[in-house]
């Protein structure tokens, strides 16, 4: 049974809807390759700045953001404080070295750089990562979704995924970002009225909010302490560093959109847009939190005990007993927007991989317009379906998805450390980059797999979770430049 009103299941239907209609409407003339990977190169930089924003939030951040910030503090804010100065490098380098070359994807130029291999492992790397995202948002969107809709988990999981493949396998890149620009404003929408109903529901006022949050140190950004094994203020920033380095340098679902803005300067400014919007957003999402925990302690009594020991129960158990009428229902659609932007743009660019890095490279290099489009269909299809399957498998391999997300780091480490050496040293070559691999995924390995195994303390990772990407990247570049220093065989070394 569906703890919504009618008012509010007519809001969320309402926009489900609307997406969908928005979504095959725009993206009715996306039947040509170049329309349907790049939107024919010709949107405004502030679509695609919103599109940026929207690939940003999902609907992960929506329920973990606020739950972290009641649990805890702002110490993971520092992440969005990284965002700015990764931005400047993203707008100085890689945005012009990718409109530069003018291809769709992130990774044909590591096979210019080192060979075949290279270009082939990251794109595994960024399938099956998109593919464990897909599930996990799809999943745990479902969990929020199912006791306040009364629908159960596995259809909510089918009916939503389904809904995303429509409108992306029929409206390509063209639907996914504008309908990307409609969820970003729905969940700006949403977020906003969760903080006007939090700072004026407390019975004495704003100011109540103000007195719980600093009588409890809710807005601390962590320790400025040297320690490496807890989550300091500086291991976030550093952790926020390589981790947005690693998105706007190698992630497809960044890097595809640079070249759908119609001018270098107009991709620039979605870079810029999407990134500085994102801090304020995330600041606003921390807000909630606190406001919650403010809320809660004002009004211990509207809190059951079972829901306050669970965390990422709090906002959902808000979002049906105290929002007005209809707002709730925004909010709701606001979550169910920020899933839906990161599934959409995690299909359209794995069907753009699958075809590029994959089916041109080694099946039909001369592909005819027509086969192309065939293959970008039936592989947004198959990999949206993945998705689901994913979801769903979730439900009953809990363990397993632990273990999945750790290697997950392992893969994305490996990729973000292979593309630096590959931009900074020309001097590396095949050996170099190599070496390096092995040598980093071997670091990473032994900083994440203790996790999943009972080894001797002596062996275990000293160093806190959030340094495995940093210390991995820095290894696979660091031993790929040692190794490119060396003179090969039968050649004089320069002095």
């Given at each position: 049974?569906?703890?919504?009103?009618?008012?509010?299941?007519?809001?969320?239907?309402?926009?489900?809807?609307?997406?969908?209609?928005?979504?095959?409407?725009?993206?009715?003339?996306?039947?040509?390759?170049?329309?349907?990977?790049?939107?024919?190169?010709?949107?405004?930089?502030?679509?695609?700045?919103?599109?940026?924003?929207?690939?940003?939030?999902?609907?992960?951040?929506?329920?973990?953001?606020?739950?972290?910030?009641?649990?805890?503090?702002?110490?993971?804010?520092?992440?969005?404080?990284?965002?700015?100065?990764?931005?400047?490098?993203?707008?100085?380098?890689?945005?012009?070295?990718?409109?530069?070359?003018?291809?769709?994807?992130?990774?044909?130029?590591?096979?210019?750089?080192?060979?075949?291999?290279?270009?082939?492992?990251?794109?595994?790397?960024?399938?099956?990562?998109?593919?464990?995202?897909?599930?996990?948002?799809l999943y745990l969107l479902a969990l929020a979704?199912?006791?306040?809709?009364?629908?159960?988990?596995?259809?909510?999981?089918?009916?939503?995924?389904?809904?995303?493949?429509?409108?992306?396998?029929?409206?390509?890149?063209?639907?996914?970002?504008?309908?990307?620009?409609?969820?970003?404003?729905?969940?700006?929408?949403?977020?906003?009225?969760?903080?006007?109903?939090?700072?004026?529901?407390?019975?004495?006022?704003?100011?109540?909010?103000?007195?719980?949050?600093?009588?409890?140190?809710?807005?601390?950004?962590?320790?400025?302490?040297?320690?490496?094994?807890?989550?300091?203020?500086?291991?976030?920033?550093?952790?926020?560093?390589?981790?947005?380095?690693?998105?706007?340098?190698?992630?497809?679902?960044?890097?595809?959109?640079?070249q759908t803005a119609r001018t270098d300067a107009?991709?620039?400014?979605?870079?810029?847009?999407?990134?500085?919007?994102?801090?304020?957003?995330?600041?606003?999402?921390?807000?909630?939190?606190?406001?919650?925990?403010?809320?809660?302690?004002?009004?211990?009594?509207?809190?059951?005990?079972?829901?306050?020991?669970?965390?990422?129960?709090?906002?959902?158990?808000?979002?049906?007993?105290?929002?007005?009428?209809?707002?709730?229902?925004?909010?709701?659609?606001?979550?169910?927007?920020?899933?839906?932007?990161?599934?959409?743009?995690?299909?359209?660019?794995?069907?753009?991989?699958?075809?590029?890095?994959?089916?041109?490279?080694?099946?039909?290099?001369?592909?005819?317009?027509?086969?192309?489009?065939?293959?970008?269909?039936?592989?947004?299809?198959?990999?949206?379906?993945?998705?689901?399957?994913?979801?769903?498998?979730?439900?009953?391999?809990?363990?397993?998805?632990?273990?999945?997300?750790?290697?997950?780091?392992?893969?994305?480490?490996?990729?973000?450390?292979?593309?630096?050496?590959?931009?900074?040293?020309?001097?590396?070559?095949?050996?170099?980059?190599?070496?390096?691999?092995?040598?980093?995924?071997?670091?990473?390995?032994?900083?994440?797999?203790?996790?999943?195994?009972?080894?001797?303390?002596?062996?275990?990772?000293?160093?806190?979770?959030?340094?495995?990407?940093?210390?991995?990247?820095?290894?696979?570049?660091?031993?790929?430049?040692?190794?490119?220093?060396?003179?090969?065989?039968?050649?004089?070394?320069?002095?």
């Amino acid at each position: 049974m569906s703890n919504l009103s009618y008012i509010d299941l007519a809001v969320l239907i309402a926009y489900v809807a609307g997406t969908v209609a928005i979504g095959l409407w725009v993206g009715r003339k996306s039947g040509s390759t170049e329309e349907f990977m790049a939107a024919g190169r010709r949107l405004p930089g502030w679509a695609v700045g919103l599109s940026i924003f929207g690939t940003y939030v999902s609907s992960i951040s929506f329920l973990a953001i606020p739950s972290k910030a009641f649990d805890t503090n702002w110490n993971s804010f520092v992440f969005s404080l990284a965002i700015p100065p990764t931005a400047w490098i993203a707008v100085r380098y890689f945005v012009p070295f990718y409109r530069r070359a003018s291809t769709l994807s992130s990774y044909e130029h590591l096979e210019h750089r080192f060979g075949p291999w290279a270009r082939t492992y990251a794109v595994l790397c960024y399938l099956l990562t998109q593919l464990a995202r897909m599930g996990t948002i799809l999943y745990l969107l479902a969990l929020a979704l199912a006791p306040l809709t009364g629908v159960s988990i596995p259809i909510l999981i089918v009916v939503t995924g389904l809904i995303v493949i429509v409108y992306t396998l029929f409206g390509g890149m063209t639907a996914v970002i504008w309908t990307d620009v409609m969820q970003s404003l729905v969940l700006i929408g949403g977020a906003l009225a969760c903080v006007g109903v939090l700072l004026f529901g407390l019975p004495q006022g704003s100011g109540q909010f103000w007195e719980f949050s600093l009588d409890h140190h809710k807005f601390s950004l962590g320790s400025v302490g040297p320690s490496l094994t807890e989550s300091t203020f500086w291991v976030v920033l550093v952790y926020g560093i390589f981790i947005n380095l690693q998105n706007f340098g190698i992630d497809q679902s960044y890097v595809q959109r640079y070249q759908t803005a119609r001018t270098d300067a107009e991709a620039n400014r979605s870079v810029w847009l999407g990134a500085l919007l994102y801090v304020p957003i995330s600041a606003v999402f921390f807000f909630i939190g606190t406001g919650l925990f403010a809320f809660y302690s004002a009004r211990p009594d509207l809190l059951p005990e079972a829901v306050a020991t669970k965390p990422d129960a709090v906002f959902p158990h808000f979002i049906v007993q105290e929002l007005p009428v209809g707002v709730s229902g925004l909010v709701i659609a606001a979550i169910v927007a920020a899933a839906q932007s990161t599934i959409s743009s995690s299909i359209n660019c794995s069907a753009t991989l699958l075809l590029c890095d994959i089916y041109r490279r080694y099946v039909r290099p001369q592909a005819t317009e027509r086969d192309s489009m065939r293959v970008l269909w039936s592989m947004s299809l198959l990999v949206g379906v993945g998705g689901i399957g994913m979801a769903l498998a979730m439900m009953q391999i809990k363990s397993a998805l632990d273990a999945w997300w750790e290697l997950a780091s392992i893969f994305s480490g490996g990729m973000l450390g292979l593309f630096l050496l590959g931009i900074i040293s020309r001097r590396a070559k095949n050996a170099a980059a190599v070496t390096g691999v092995i040598t980093g995924l071997i670091v990473i390995a032994w900083m994440t797999l203790p996790k999943l195994f009972d080894v001797p303390a002596a062996w275990r990772n000293p160093f806190h979770s959030y340094l495995t990407i940093v210390v991995g990247t820095l290894t696979i570049f660091l031993v790929g430049l040692l190794v490119a220093q060396i003179p090969r065989s039968g050649r004089p070394s320069r002095v």
